[in-house]
């Protein structure tokens, strides 16, 4: 589904006064908040859709649950990859430099050399924690990158 169609079902949505989410049977007296509840499953439908555009536009979708999709594997540690995304923070790469934020989106799809699931927690705190060891490694592995960008 692209960006258009997804728009498309939120200006559907914002307009609609009656979506008919409740079964028919469920009477006015059994329930008396039937309008207060068609509008939270209004304003849920809607969240659920506005996340749908906010992972085509960041360009990352993190599925709900985890088992349906494989992790990327990369072969630096947590510290290093905490490192590797500070600096992309402090370079202003990202629109949003939330590192609570990043950290979840990067915890949810990465694995590092010695685990495979990055706790966001564990990403996080070490944006903060930079060991001179895993800071060398990450340079040496920037002028790798930088090395083959001036080769293409």
């Known amino acids: 589904m692209n960006r258009e169609a997804i728009t498309g079902l939120l200006t559907l949505i914002n307009n609609t006064e009656e979506l008919n989410f409740l079964p028919s049977n469920w009477s006015g007296e059994k329930f008396q908040h ?8 209004k304003y ?3 969240f659920k859709i506005q996340k749908a555009i906010n992972d085509l536009t960041t360009g990352i979708s993190v599925p709900i649950n985890e088992g349906d999709r494989d992790r990327v ?3 630096l540690s947590v510290d290093q990859i905490a490192i590797m ?3 992309l923070v402090e370079a202003d790469v990202f629109d949003d430099p939330n590192l609570s934020k990043i950290a979840r989106r990067f915890a949810s799809f990465l694995s590092s050399s010695k685990t495979d699931k990055i706790s ?5 705190s070490k944006f903060y924690n930079v ?4 800071k060398e490694i990450v340079l040496e592995t920037l002028r790798k990158m930088i090395a083959s960008i001036k080769s293409m």
């Open 34 to 41: 039937k309008k207060t509840i068609k509008k939270l499953k």
């Open 44 to 46: 849920y439908l809607y």
């Open 73 to 75: 594997k990369v072969n």
């Open 85 to 87: 995304l500070r600096s």
């Open 120 to 124: 966001t927690e564990s990403l996080r």
């Open 131 to 134: 060991e001179t060891k895993d």
